[in-house]
């Protein structure tokens, strides 16, 4: 047993006893306490194990826990090591946020058992060994989520939003259960060991493929099954919207990683796995991204957001496998690492950005971006940390953001002439598709930072904000010092990522990463391509500081007037851009996909050419939501009406029902 | 004289002569249009007029509003002192390929629209809006355009680019002058110049650039304009370096630092030319024909790819 | 002249040749459709005496000069005069929003060289890598015809196919006999004829060149009857 498991089990305790807290902890005070240490503890622990498990290797482990025939079979290898680590990074700064967040809450009891049981199910589907064992974690999972997303269950949204969570998540967990019975049939037992080295036919590799893409899809939010996303996210308390935006959607893409490379394994991929799995990245990112753009709830753009992410996720992924298909060995390596590297990336700036969001719910008490303004002056530090995961999402140097998009695109433009002409085109395609869906980010993070921080302050809620506590503060700073740090250095993480790579597709990038020490990231060769992030930095740090020398008069402060406006001072605050009138280039551009409803209605009492009062109103739906989800409700209702006049018949029906269920099985079965 | 001073040279040299450039294509213009313009140093004296006075800030204007123009001039330096003009093999070349480059320009426009965005004028908000929107649709053209040229080369940093272009004897390559042509048609919409954006207009609803640079004065507005200038400039080597590097030198002599050095005043200035006849024989387009432009480019560069494929790698 | 060079000027011109199948999808005005139109016939001229030279076959001359003289010259003057006299509206009007458009046409395009990719490998000839081009050439023609509203631009787009097959048939087997050539250039230039004698009676009849109220008349004449 290495110290490694050992670690990653104690992390797992330590949630354990914080969900069994509240029974001796009665006080919210004491609740709320309890609850971001043992969590923290938790977060630091998984960390480290994480870390641990990547340098040192890991270990199996079978405890007495569960069924008498079927023990719980745990595993710490290098991806479960990977996405512990990835748990821990952000649970940890989200721990010591809850502890500022909480604290006007008087009624904590079901947040503290829910979110640590959370906390364990999401650790223990990343560690388990065995099918019964995931699952099991995996409904932990999903259902203690459920409690954690209804917490403020006296609004009617928040329980819709709910039903319609909890419904998908069961839906998700459905096909997780079918592709792994497909694996059980292949293999004869629950323990992925026997899995993996069962042979598979094509058919039921493909079954299983697809059965697992669309359960974890479902789950991690994948176009056009996302619908829930944007609900749920949203009317969660934001440290529980960090944790599901940060770490759940990973947590089902390393359940999409597992079963697809791992007991399946990476040679037995099929060409059109890949270019599905690409194909549904790349429009996943820019549908994400499109709606993102005409949200003006905060909370739901990030959510939005998260669904682009996820898309780049897979865009990486897609590649690897359509390159290991075709027997590029190196490359998939690289877009493997590209996409677990975005993962840890997104898992931090998300974080942030929902903790972020939080601090701003706090402070002013709406969600809504068209109240704020101005709340730079009112909350320096968050708006500073703020920028850094805006900076960060819109994969802009020197943050992190823009490593694993640089090495995605690597991937992409590395990669030799595959098959027939439709792959050879997709590649590029979707290439330039995550091009314009970075772009459309930094232009949708323009705006929030725009509206939200800068500018005048549009309503009471703004003026009167004051800044978040130093729990808020702190819990904030890590990821965007992690942020940074991963963007600066990347050589030094990437061969900690190497280990999974290397364990799925028996390939390694070590060696060209370090190729020319740790001040260069050179993915294959340094002909090809290399950046250097310290060296970008540290020159712009020079450059700015010897223009700002030179140019800063010395001793006098800047003299302060009214603003220039082209000579029209006498502007008030509704006179700014706001977030509808921001993206309103782009709902004309792209209004074939929206499909905008829009009501406008203007006032002219006294005379036609002179308008008293103008009311606009936009609103752009979600059209899977519409064409999609909706439709399939109307047709379920449908159904379940025409079957009602069945449960209305006497009980001559009834036994007539079991009569001819009797004749029919003893008819097959005799 | 070692790569590294050949480094330095370089882009002190980018830097002092982008007003310059900016002053050429001004007075070609001016000449097109039977006028005698201001002069091929007027830029200059502009800076010179603008770092003297002073600045005045609105009262409400928050530290991003105080160091945009800091960040956009660094950055945009920065992504010039990266792009090798004279030398074909800089130090600092390996820093950044050309997909970091593109994000570096990116990373000035991100603190410029923020900037527009801080007063809370009206204006600011339109001129980032607009900004950020094109600057996007733009995004997949360039990003094709560079993936048809690494393809040749396989590769995306410059210097690999370059020598791989000099080294292969010439031939008619339709992917290559697809490619140029979508850059030529990314590189005017990125620096706002006709038909996307007019450098010279005053009326505000037809402003861009223009906009989100309005509240600037003094010395801020000079290193906001310096860049902008800077950036042009930049383009404009990039094109010339990734297709028409003839001339430039391997090895950091003297004679051969010089030769490229003329080389290269000679071909930027035949491209500014061509920018000013495009400029003064075209009327900028109304504002939502822009993303047709955009999407005109993006099939250009489409098209490159699939004339590479079709004609290049078969034969 | 090198055959290397040789070959290299066929490749150009097929590039230019998808550029121009491209452009004519583009334009929003009629006359620049027809600017185009003329020159895609020019660049056929120069590819088939670009062939002629390298294959030393006389007859090709023939059929650049007559492409030049049809398809550069005579057929855009015949439809400048047709739009000119009929006081068409001058701009195109397409069915779906021009970056739609092009997102279709790229994709066929792709898909005509996934068609031919096999095929193109057992030819010989020294234009065997234009043979993927002049199928998307022709295919973006039809499309042509399909996306537009207006009779005259269907019949430029029926035109642009007759181009593209010519270039085929350039790319695929050295030119046509010249016999055939010369019989398919008459029966375009007498259909260009009768288009231009039917457009006028066309207009006088229902005032209007537009396909859908033509279809709206002959369905209110029937409920007249």
């Known amino acids: ?670 | 004289m070692s790569s590294a001073s050949v480094q330095i040279i370089q882009a002190v040299m980018l830097l002092l002569f982008a007003p310059l450039a900016a002053g050429f294509i001004s007075t070609c213009k001016a000449r097109l249009q039977n006028r005698r313009g201001a002069g091929v140093l007027q830029p200059w004296r502009n800076l010179r007029k603008l770092f003297k006075k002073e600045v005045v800030m609105a009262h409400h204007a928050s530290w991003v509003f105080r160091f945009a123009p800091y960040i956009v001039f660094t950055a945009t330096l920065m992504a010039a002192s990266v792009v090798p003009a004279l030398l074909v093999d800089t130090p600092l070349s390996l820093t950044a390929d050309v997909i970091a480059l593109v994000a570096l320009l990116a990373l000035a426009r991100f603190f410029l629209a923020l900037a527009g965005m801080d007063i809370g004028t009206a204006f600011g908000g339109m001129g980032a809006s607009r900004e950020m929107t094109f600057s996007a649709l733009a995004e997949p053209a360039m990003l094709m355009s560079i993936f048809v040229l690494s393809l040749s080369a396989h590769s995306t940093n410059l210097t690999t680019m370059i020598t791989h272009t000099i080294n292969t004897p010439f031939a008619l390559h339709p992917s290559l002058a697809f490619a140029m042509v979508a850059m030529v048609m990314i590189a005017v919409a990125e620096n706002g110049r006709i038909p996307i954006d007019n450098p010279t207009t005053h009326l505000e609803l037809t402003m861009i650039h223009e906009a989100m640079i309005l509240e600037y004065s003094g010395r801020h507005l000079a290193l906001l304009e310096w860049a902008a200038m800077v950036k042009l400039l930049l383009f404009s080597t990039l094109i010339v370096d990734l297709f028409m590097p003839w001339g430039m030198t391997a090895q950091a002599d003297l004679t051969g630092v010089a030769i490229a050095l003329g080389l290269w005043m000679v071909k930027v200035a035949g491209l500014l030319f061509v920018l000013a006849l495009f400029e003064t024989s075209m009327a900028k387009l109304r504002l939502f024909e822009v993303p047709e432009y955009l999407s005109g480019a993006f099939v250009i560069s489409f098209l490159g790819l699939l004339s590479y494929y079709m004609l290049e790698v078969g034969a | 002249m090198s055959a290397i060079l040789i070959q290299q000027l066929v490749d150009g011109f097929a590039a230019l040749m998808l550029l121009t199948s491209f452009a004519l999808l583009a334009q929003h005005r009629m006359l620049s459709v027809l600017h185009w139109f003329a020159g895609q016939g020019l660049l056929l001229a120069a590819t088939a005496a670009i062939v002629a030279y390298g294959t030393d076959n006389e007859e090709l001359y023939i059929s650049a000069l007559m492409a030049l003289l049809l398809k550069g010259m005579l057929l855009p003057w015949l439809l400048r005069r047709v739009i000119r006299q009929l006081h068409v509206h001058r701009e195109v009007e397409p069915l779906m929003n021009s970056s739609m458009t092009m997102l279709v046409a790229l994709g066929v395009t792709l898909f005509s060289f996934h068609i031919i990719q096999p095929i193109e490998k057992t030819s010989l000839l020294m234009t065997r890598d234009s043979m993927a081009i002049a199928t998307a050439c022709v295919l973006l023609g039809m499309l042509m015809m399909i996306t537009r509203k207006k009779a005259i631009t269907q019949v430029i787009g029926f035109l642009a196919v007759e181009n593209a097959l010519f270039f085929a048939a350039i790319g695929a087997t050295n030119g046509m006999p010249l016999v055939v050539e010369i019989g398919i250039a008459f029966d375009v230039l007498i259909a260009a004829l009768i288009f231009g004698l039917f457009f006028f009676q066309i207009r006088t009849t229902f005032d209007s060149l537009e396909v859908d109220t033509m279809n709206a008349h002959l369905i209110h004449k029937d409920d007249d009857e």
């Open chain 1, 1 to 670: 047993m290495n110290t490694a498991i050992i670690l990653a089990l104690a992390a797992c305790s330590m949630a354990l006893i914080a969900a069994l807290a509240p029974l001796l902890l009665r006080q919210p005070v004491a609740q709320r306490t309890g609850l971001s240490l043992l969590l923290a503890a938790s977060g630091l622990l998984a960390m480290i194990a994480g870390i641990c498990g990547l340098i040192l290797g890991g270990d199996t482990l079978i405890l007495p826990l569960g069924l008498p025939w079927m023990p719980m079979h745990v595993r710490l290898d290098a991806l479960a090591s990977f996405f512990c680590l990835v748990i821990g990074s952000l649970l940890l700064p989200v721990a010591i946020y809850s502890q500022g967040y909480l604290r006007d809450e008087t009624r904590l009891t079901s947040l503290a058992i829910f979110m640590p049981l959370f906390v364990l199910g999401m650790l223990g589907v990343v560690l388990s060994d065995d099918a019964f064992t995931f699952m099991l974690f995996w409904e932990l999972m999903s259902v203690s989520s459920y409690f954690l997303v209804t917490f403020k269950h006296e609004n009617l949204e928040n329980r819709k939003a709910g039903f319609i969570y909890l419904l998908m998540a069961h839906m998700a967990g459905l096909l997780i259960l079918g592709s792994f019975a497909v694996l059980y049939a292949a293999a004869g037992s629950f323990e992925f060991s026997a899995m993996r080295e069962a042979a598979i036919s094509p058919f039921w590799a493909s079954a299983a493929f697809l059965l697992a893409g669309f359960g974890f899809g479902t789950k991690a939010g994948v176009v056009p099954l996302h619908g829930w996303l944007p609900e749920a996210h949203p009317v969660a308390p934001s440290n529980v919207s960090a944790l599901m935006s940060g770490i759940m959607l990973k947590v089902a893409i390393f359940g999409f990683i597992r079963v697809c490379w791992d007991l399946m394994g990476s040679g037995d991929f099929q060409w059109w796995w890949g270019a599905l799995v690409l194909a549904a990245g790349s429009s996943s990112a820019i549908t994400g991204v499109l709606m993102a753009l005409q949200q003006h709830d905060l909370k739901r753009l990030l959510a939005y957001h998260s669904i682009e992410n996820i898309g780049i996720i897979l865009i990486g992924l897609g590649l690897s496998m359509l390159l290991a298909h075709f027997g590029h060995p190196m490359l998939a390596a690289l877009g493997l690492v590209a996409a677990l590297y975005h993962t840890i990336n997104h898992a931090l700036f998300k974080g942030l950005l929902f903790m972020g969001a939080g601090a701003v719910l706090h402070s002013t008490g709406t969600r809504d971006m068209e109240s704020m303004g101005g709340l730079i002056h009112r909350m320096p530090w968050t708006a500073a940390l703020f920028l850094v995961a805006c900076l960060s999402i819109s994969a802009l140097p020197p943050f992190n953001g823009f490593v694993s998009e640089w090495l995605t695109f690597q991937t992409a433009l590395m990669a030799p002439q595959m098959g027939g002409a439709l792959l050879t085109a997709i590649v590029p395609f979707s290439a330039a598709m995550l091009a314009l869906a970075g772009a459309l980010a930094a232009t949708c993070f323009v705006k929030v930072f725009g509206v939200v921080f800068l500018g005048h302050a549009r309503s009471e809620v703004a003026t009167s904000a004051h800044e978040v506590d130093n729990w808020m503060k702190v819990g904030m700073a890590i990821p965007a010092v992690f942020c940074l740090l991963l963007g600066l250095l990347p050589v030094l993480f990437i061969p900690l990522m190497d280990r999974v790579p290397q364990l799925l597709l028996h390939a390694s990038l070590a060696d060209s990463i370090h190729a020319h020490g740790w001040l260069w990231l050179t993915p294959i060769d340094v002909a090809h391509s290399s950046y250097s992030a310290p060296i970008v930095l540290i020159g712009m740090l020079v450059l700015g500081g010897l223009a700002f020398w030179l140019l800063h008069p010395k001793g006098r402060t800047i003299r302060r007037s009214v603003m220039w406006s082209c000579g029209n001072p006498h502007v008030n605050a509704r006179m700014q851009y706001n977030a509808t009138s921001f993206s309103q280039p782009l709902r004309r551009i792209f209004a074939g996909i929206y499909r905008a409803e829009e009501e406008l209605h203007i006032e002219r009492s006294r005379h036609k050419l002179l308008a008293d009062s103008v009311h606009y109103a936009v609103h752009v739906g979600d059209m899977a939501v519409q064409y999609l989800y909706q439709p399939i409700g109307k047709l379920t209702l449908y159904i379940a009406k025409l079957l009602q006049h069945e449960h209305q018949r006497g009980i001559h029906a009834y036994l007539a029902y079991t009569f001819i269920t009797i004749l029919f099985l003893l008819a097959v079965y005799i």
